[in-house]
């Protein structure tokens, strides 16, 4: 049977990716607006409105008419790109460097000693210090910065950038985290991170672009950790 609230939050999720209105994906399905409203909110619609029978109809499935392959680029919890698309876009962006023999960089880092955020004050606060982390870096940096969550408080943020304002940057995202507690409801909490840069090399056209993509994320990694045991709440540079 199809399933009007699974659907709906699919459908949300969709929404607020394209930013499109009801009414827009409303006429893309096939739907009124209000039917739109009525699935966001997790009301059930009558038979008429089955998006299994318009698939039918369309002869497409339902995951073709929202096409939800672009939903799954997205992390669910804070709504930033996940590490595949990171993965994917990065290789596209790092040919486009090569080409025009610009400089770009990886930023890798995590949250210090988030375990102890979720083992004591519970995983609700642990996620809305993530959501709100995504918040903060995605103000710092620009449109055509690549940022992305590669799983659990880990993150990466791919810009083309010379190493001075690579640095810059890292050290802008760590002061934005740092800088002010965070509002979990019954507690506020401070949070640090430590950030790991690398420079990413190997523009030359007989160099695979996911090996060069491998080794900066593996050098960007080492420098966060280099950071951590520095004392954490620092930006560190890879020296190649």
Known sequence: MFNQAAFGEKLKSHRKLKNLTQEEVAEKIGVSGQAVSKWEKGECLPDCYNLKMLGQVYAVS??????TEEVETVDKLTGIY??????????????????????????FFDLDNFKKINDDYGHDAGDKVLIEVCERVKSRIRPCDLFARFGGEEFAVFMLADDDGANK????????ICGSEFDCGSVSLSVTTSIGVSKIIDFGVDKAIANTMEKALANADSAMYAAKKDGRNRVNYFEQ
């Open 62 to 67: 339902v995951d073709a008419l929202l096409d």
């Open 169 to 176: 940057a890292a050290e802008r995202l760590r002061l934005s």
């Open 82 to 107: 996940n590490k595949r698309h990171f993965m994917q876009y990065a290789s596209v962006l790092i040919e486009k460097a090569r080409r025009n023999q610009e400089s770009c960089h990886l930023l």
